[in-house]
């Protein structure tokens, strides 16, 4: 599943997506790094350390928005730089895949080609699990607690509301209440229960028995196709109708 919809525009473009996916997986990431060699300095278009394996792991990222597809000469260089500082990983990014001769210099080595869906392919369970799910449960869960089934302590408060405000509370947790079990099924059922990302767009019916309820769920959490859309647009709305709740409450209940 994609992390972002689209081709890069141009190779800095390229470069700033790969360095935001890494960073976003937990990587220590940097763009245009200068390293030491046992032949000198090189400057690598992203670097990135992965500080959670012991040792740390090191990925050597060049990007390449080319018209024409990448030869070996490009792997031969690498493969040497990998080498010559003591990385763990070679990544080749292009744009417009790769020459046979290049498939033939990586192959048993630890240089990898990707195009840029293979990349996003390769890190998105990270992402998700380092990025989408936490952002989720950190800006969703006010709403969640506003729609969720049983929750005494907002019903506490909701029975001190006015009658107006009260008939205003049942409408919206009518309103938001899929948006609500959407995001708690995600943050909730993927971090510890380890359940099945649905497939994108949610407009289409996934696979039979599945749980989620899309009757009113916002146009644009229906129709997104990546990722990052996604959890953008569940965010977003969550935004809209936490305000709405806040609004009934005076504050945040």
Known sequence: MLINQGAPRDWLDLQKQVHQILDECGFESEIEKVIQTVRGRVSIDVYARDPESQPPTIF??????WQSR???TVVHALRTVVTDHGANWGFIVSSAGFQSGAYVAAANSNVKLLTW???QGLFSERWVEKYMLPRLERETLPLVEYTEEVNSRIFRKADRLSEASQKRFVELRRRWQDLGFLSQHLFVGLQLFEDRL??????????PGESIRRQ????RVLDATCLRDFTNDICDAAREGIAEFDQVFGERA
């Not at 050597?60 to 928005?65: A, F, P, R």
């Not at 009113?216 to 146009?219: A, E, K, S, T, Y």
């Open 60 to 65: 050597l990222c060049e990007c390449k928005h």
């Open 198 to 207: 649905p497939q994108l767009p949610l407009r289409v019916p996934d696979q």
């Open 216 to 219: 009113n769920l916002p146009d």
């Open 117 to 119: 869906s293979e990349l």
């Open 70 to 72: 990448v030869p070996q």
